[in-house]
C-alpha cells in the first residue's frame, strides 16, 4: 500500500472538483482599474518562496519510507508494503487495519491480490502483483469507498505512476462524474481533470506544499476566457492570477490575504510564457497512452475471474461488500445511463436557455422596432404641427400687413426749406422751414 501518490490523487480530486463546479473568476474586478507594471523579481517571488519552502521541508518531511507489514487476516507471516512520507508512515500503520486477500510465499505477500485499509477516515482497496520477496509490488487498481472513487492505471514503489481515476460524487442533491488523468513523478503529481457535465479543463501540478492551477475555458461558449492560471496553497489561491482571453488580450491581478483579487497588475511576457511551459509540462506527463489502461484492465479481468466465480467464498467472512467488484460493470453500465440522462437534461436546459434569449433578443428587436417606428411618426407629427404653425403665422402676417396697409393714414410730405440770413448784429444765421437754429 503506498500512502501516498494514488491516495494524493484523491485530495487533488475533492479540490480539483470545486473549481469545475464552484469556483468563478474575477477578471471584471480587473477592466479599467490603474494597472501598474512588475519586474520579473516581482512576478515570480511568490512562486520562488513556495519552491524553497518545498526544498527546505524535503529535507525533513518529504523524505520517503517503506515499510513491511503484517496483514490481520493472515495467520502466516504474509508482509505486505507500505510506502510514505517519514512524517505520516507511522501515524498511517498505527490508526488503520491492513488485510490481503492473495497468497504468501517465504513470508511476504504473493501473486495477484487485494490490499484492504479500513479505519476511521479510510477504506480503501488496492489490486496488486508481489514477487514473493522484499520487492515492492506493482499496483493497477484502486478504489476509495469513502469518495466513491475508481482509479485504473499502473504505480511502482518509486510512487512513478500514471492513471485514470473516475470519481463520482452522488449525494442526495448533487450528481457529478469527475475523469482525472494523472501521473507521478517524485513529490510532484500532475493532473487533468474534466467533468462530462461542463465544457472546463482543470490541469495541476501538484506539490507536498502548493500546486499550480490552470482552467482552460476554451470550449466554454458563454465565457470571454480561455485560461486561468494562478497558484494555490491551502486550498487558497495566492500571488497573481493570469487571465489569457480568447480575444488574445492578457488580464492579470494581485491575490490579497484572503484569496481574492486586491488589485491589477501587468506581468511580464516572461511570467507568462513561464505558466504556458507549465502547462505543456502537465499536458505531456498526463499522455498515459492506452497501452497502462489495457494492461490495468486485464490484471483486474483476471483477478475478478478468481473470486467472482459462483463458489468462491470471501475470505472476509463479516465482509458483505467484497465481492461488489464483481459487480462494477452492471454498475457502470447503470451509471452511463444516469450520466446520458443527465447530459440529455442539460442539453435540454441548454435550449431552453438558448430559447429564452432568441425571444428576449426577438422581443427587445420588436421593441426596438416600435420605438423607431413612434419616434419616427412622433418626429413627423411635429415636423406637421411646425408647418402648420409656420403656415399659420405667415398667414396671420400677412393679414397684419394688409390691415396695416388699409389703415394707415394718407400723409403729404410738404418740402423743407432752407435759407441763410444775416441779422442785425452782423451774423450769419441758418434757418429751416420758419425757424433759427444756428448764427454766427
Not at 129 to 143: D, E, F, H, L, R
Not at 306 to 333: G, L
Request: glycine share 6%; net charge positive.
Amino acid at each position: 500500500m503506498v500512502v501516498i501518490s494514488m491516495k494524493n490523487l484523491l485530495f487533488i480530486v475533492v479540490m480539483t472538483s470545486i473549481c469545475l463546479t464552484g469556483c468563478n473568476t474575477s477578471m471584471s474586478s480587473l477592466i479599467n482599474a490603474f494597472t501598474p507594471s512588475l519586474s520579473d523579481d516581482e512576478s515570480f517571488k511568490y512562486e520562488k518562496e513556495v519552491l524553497n519552502e518545498y526544498e527546505n521541508l524535503r529535507k525533513v518531511n518529504y523524505q520517503k519510507v517503506e515499510k513491511w507489514i503484517q496483514p490481520i487476516n493472515k495467520k502466516q507471516q504474509c508482509k505486505i508494503f507500505v510506502s510514505g512520507y517519514k512524517d505520516k508512515i507511522d501515524s498511517f500503520i498505527s490508526d488503520n487495519k491492513f488485510y490481503w486477500d492473495g497468497e504468501c510465499k517465504n513470508g511476504f505477500a504473493y501473486g495477484l491480490g487485494r490490499e484492504f485499509v479500513k479505519g476511521v477516515e479510510k477504506n480503501q482497496e488496492t489490486l496488486g502483483v508481489y514477487s514473493g520477496n522484499q520487492t515492492a509490488p506493482i499496483y493497477y487498481y484502486m478504489k476509495d469507498n469513502l469518495l466513491n472513487a475508481f482509479t485504473l492505471g499502473k504505480e511502482t514503489s518509486k510512487d512513478n505512476g500514471k492513471y485514470l481515476s473516475v470519481v463520482i460524487n452522488d449525494s442526495v442533491n448533487n450528481f457529478n462524474i469527475f475523469n482525472i488523468v494523472a501521473a507521478n513523478d517524485d513529490n510532484v503529481l500532475y493532473t487533468s481533470m474534466l467533468s462530462p457535465f461542463s465544457m472546463i479543463k482543470v490541469f495541476s501540478k501538484v506539490y507536498p506544499n502548493f500546486s499550480y492551477v490552470i482552467k482552460d475555458f476554451s470550449q466554454e461558449l458563454n465565457s470571454p476566457i480561455k485560461f486561468e492560471i494562478y497558484l494555490q496553497k491551502n486550498n487558497i489561491p495566492f500571488g497573481y492570477v493570469v487571465y489569457i482571453k480568447k480575444d488574445g488580450n492578457i488580464v492579470s491581478g494581485k491575490y490579497g490575504a484572503n484569496g481574492k483579487i486586491e488589485e491589477s497588475v501587468k506581468l511580464p511576457d516572461s511570467y507568462i510564457e513561464h505558466m504556458e511551459d507549465i502547462l505543456y509540462e502537465i499536458g505531456v506527463k498526463t499522455n498515459i497512452g492506452s497501452g497502462i489502461l489495457q494492461t490495468a484492465e486485464s490484471f483486474k479481468k483476471q483477478y475478478k475471474n478468481n473470486i467472482c466465480k459462483i463458489r468462491a467464498k470471501s475470505p472476509f467472512n463479516t465482509w458483505e461488500n467484497y465481492k461488489d467488484i464483481c459487480n462494477e460493470d452492471k454498475y457502470f453500465t447503470q451509471l452511463n445511463e444516469r450520466i446520458e440522462k443527465r447530459i440529455q437534461e442539460i442539453q435540454k436546459k441548454q435550449k431552453e436557455q438558448q430559447e429564452i434569449q432568441a425571444r428576449q433578443l426577438e422581443i427587445a428587436q420588436t421593441q426596438n422596432l416600435i420605438k423607431a417606428e413612434a419616434n419616427r411618426q412622433s418626429m413627423q407629427k411635429f415636423n406637421e404641427t411646425m408647418q402648420k404653425i409656420n403656415s399659420d403665422q405667415m398667414q396671420l402676417i400677412q393679414q397684419q400687413t394688409l390691415m396695416l396697409q388699409q389703415n394707415m393714414p394718407n400723409i403729404q410730405m410738404k418740402p423743407i426749406n432752407t435759407y441763410n440770413v444775416n441779422n442785425s448784429n452782423g451774423f450769419w444765421c441758418k434757418g429751416i422751414g420758419g425757424r433759427m437754429i444756428r448764427c454766427w
